[in-house]
């Protein structure tokens, strides 16, 4: 069972049948058992009168002793919003208590108790019951991992003791939230405490599904409702080909409404030990800080040759948020990761597993008038290979930046000035050149800007910008290492943004309004000034600024739906764009048989294309189809006119065809850099194609059958990287849930798994099976 978002709390104290002799010792120290009524003393409940006023109406009322009324026939006792009825009732002037005998009810709030005789104070609410059936309505808020159902909780127990208008104790009992003619589950124990909008704690109780006794439970605690209640959590229990049986547990703690821990740990049979943790905490108003921990200490993979190659590591993550006196706002995101082989081989999910980054940010900013402030330290670490493992590392620590939003010079001329500038120091080290610099390298720039907009009519606009960027740099490159040898680099940049008429026609259609639109474009971008490109250490991409004089000019048509309520709807886009480039060596940047990422070549398309001389740009096809809330499309296609063929394609796909059913699919193909080699490098792969997609039904949470089927697999390595299979089935108080995943990351992860989760409606789940991983 996965944890709660705060302040809720869907925490299942228990432990398996098999460590029940152990653990038994362990919850009873730490749970607090409940007594009888009788045996509760009176400073543990509320001393306040539920209501000051008794009246009750029956079919015939008697006095006895002005002491005693009895009351026979239809008798209804009314305090309050309490009410209590009944075949025959005694009523003690003294003391207030009401004795009931036949066909007893209880009615307070979402309360309905029936009984076969009573003994109750309807001034306190507090009251004795016997042969008990009743049934207390639960409203939960929905969440992913959760069940919701309307169904009430029901209990059928020899005695209950209500201590006042919200607590019962209830001895030998069961209860579920199925119907209780036919209950597909039921939690049976010797006590059971029922508070309100807070919980149910249950002492020496065992959980049967269809009669059949699963889990066996010396004390638990379910939550009703609100609150958050600590102890341990629901047993792990699954199978993996590489880790083994995999047995785990972790203990919820909830010592304040604004903080909550979880540590845990899992057994691997074949592999080792797993420990994680969590923190979070909203320590103050605005605040928000959550804390992770993963590790594995692993004995080894096994190898061929009988050897064992450990894989073990850890990941630790932390986000805070937070604002601050005088306007300033702090944020950190921080991620520490000891290998990229231990991220593929023990992450639980496809997304994770494949990711090769590690990005850390720390920050604190003030916005104020137009300006903005930042200061923060940030790192980068990005791995390029696994085995052997090589990586290249970023660092600006510390680093300050003050920028501006463009403001007006003169208020009759549209002249607009703004600027950038930072501050800090850097350092990059690569372990796959190797290269490496000192610690503390400084870079600063300031680059103030001043832009024109101008309107002709509805015919043309024309904004033109220009820059000048001043950096100095502390070090360079010279000869493949770092010297320590400081410059400046002033660069001269001129934007130029056209924007020629737009051409567009309106129709009418059965009271639906349509437009297409026709819009050209025309963007000219020149940069003097950068100089001997290959100077310059990649910090980041401040550094891919190259000089350039270019073009790029294109047409964007759009389709737009007016419905007669108002509400307008983009039905389709299409944009083919193209680059032409008046100077194709970037000012002696540009090297032959290589991948040339600039500024200037990615800024039409993510996909690097340029490793012989261009004047042209891949002409850029993108197409986006969305019709309504069913559908939403992206095609896109990249030609290189000088190779006369597509060199990438990308789909991405989210389409509901069918009522419940959804089908989402990405796919890239691209052709890979350099091509023209007549050697190519070691590894290299001419072409990339890898499609992912899900294909399902229903939900996780859905009433009925549901099953997702999805893939990951890789053209032109001929192999799956990731499959799942889930099946899931819920009724209106329960659900079942099984799920297949295949891992396949060539030698470091090959790896099977098996996984399940019990629903139990409004009160949480068993089991380890996550919801269905989506791509977008």
Known sequence: MQ??????????????????????TILFALGTPSASFGQHPSQLLSSAPACTEVTIQADEQRDIGGKILEADGNVDVQCGQARLRADQVEYDNATGTVIARGNVQLDYRTQHVEAAQARYDPRTGRGQFE?????????????????????????DAEEADRLDQNTYVIHDAWLTVCNPAKPIWKFYATNVTVKMQQSVQIEGGDFRLLSVPVLYFPYATLPVEKGRTSGFMVPEISNSTIKGLVLGDAFYWAPFKWLDTTIGASYFSKRGWAQNGRVRMKPWAGADLTANYFGVLDRGLPQANGTKINQGGREEHLLFTSPLPDGWRAAADLDQLSSLTFRLAFSETFTEAVNSEVPNTAFVTKSFNGFNVDLATLSYQNYLTATPQTSVTLRSAPIATFSSVDRPIWSSIPLYFSFDAFAGEEYRRDTATPFSTPNFVGRSEFAPSVTMPLRWGPWLSLTPSFTFRSTYYGGRLLNGGYADAGFFRNTTEVYVDVRPPTLERLWLIRGTKWKHTIEPEILYHYVNGVNDFARFIRFDDDETLTDTDDVQYGIEQGLYRQAESGDEQEILSWRISQQYYFDPTFGGAFTVHQRNVFQALDSLTPFAFDDTLHRFSPIVSDLRFATNNRYDTEFRVDFDPKRG????FGTLLKIKPYRESFLTLAHFSTIDLPGDLPTPPPNFQPRSNQVRTLLGYGDTNRKGWNATIGASYDFTQASFQDQILQVSYNTSCCGLGVEYRRFSFGSIRDESQYRFVFLIANLGSFGNLRRPEKIF
């Open 3 to 24: 944890n709660p978002p705060l302040p809720r709390n869907r925490c299942i104290p228990g432990l398996l049948s098999l460590l029940a002799t152990i653990s038994a």
């Open 131 to 155: 042969h008990v059936h009743a049934t207390f309505a639960i409203q939960r808020r929905p969440t992913p991992t959760l069940l919701i159902s309307p169904n009430p909780l029901y209990f």
């Open 645 to 648: 063929r597509a060199t990438a």
